[in-house]
């Protein structure tokens, strides 16, 4: 099936926001703009993030190697979608 849409990320700055995410350490991460967004279109992304605060993550490399891997241009990434 043909792609309509494409979304085009800014992989940098996203890795920038969730690094900060999963190192703040204050009830109000949750109200980040780029959670927020990330639950409209891609939820597993946050239930990542939250497991590696679980893990207790704090290089920010992790985060970037995420990203990259999820968000990666090809057309078989839905994985993050749910």
Not at 12 to 37: A, I, K
Request: zero cysteines.
């Amino acid at each position: 099936m043909p792609r309509f849409f494409r979304l085009l990320v800014d992989k940098d700055s996203l890795t920038d926001e969730l690094f900060e995410f999963v190192t703040d350490h204050t009830p109000w991460r949750n109200r980040r703009p780029v959670v927020e967004e990330l639950n409209d279109f891609a939820p597993g992304v946050v239930y990542v993030m939250e497991n590696m605060i679980l893990d207790g993550v704090v290089e920010k490399r992790y985060v970037k190697e995420y990203v990259d891997a999820v968000f990666d241009g090809s057309e078989v990434t839905n994985v993050y979608m749910t």
